[in-house]
């Protein structure tokens, strides 16, 4: 019965190894540069919003410009802002 069950763990061991092995191979971006996330060509200044933020102070945030309820236009916070003084 203990070698039966030893087989088992070891075959789903060998199973989930190589499909570890698949899934890495396939889905992860090579070394080479071909999956880069970032792109290189846009550069970011520094008065441009990095994310938008309710306009009364509300936890609520959006990578892009968007308005409440009201019809208020999300407040752009750039990555200048200081914002440990926001607390």
């Known amino acids: 019965m ?3 069950i030893l087989r088992v763990a070891g075959v789903a ?3 989930a190894a190589v499909a570890g092995a698949f899934v890495g191979v396939r889905y992860l971006p090579s070394s080479a540069g071909s999956g880069t996330l970032v792109s290189t060509g846009v550069a970011q200044t520094a ?3 990095v994310y938008y933020q309710d306009p009364d102070g509300k936890p609520i945030y959006s990578l892009t410009p968007r308005k409440t309820a009201e019809g208020r236009d999300f407040r752009g916070v750039s990555a ?8």
Do not use: Q, T, W
């Open 2 to 4: 203990k070698r039966a």
């Open 13 to 15: 061991a060998v199973i």
């Open 80 to 87: 200048s802002a200081d914002l440990r003084s926001r607390r």
């Open 47 to 49: 008065d441009e919003p």
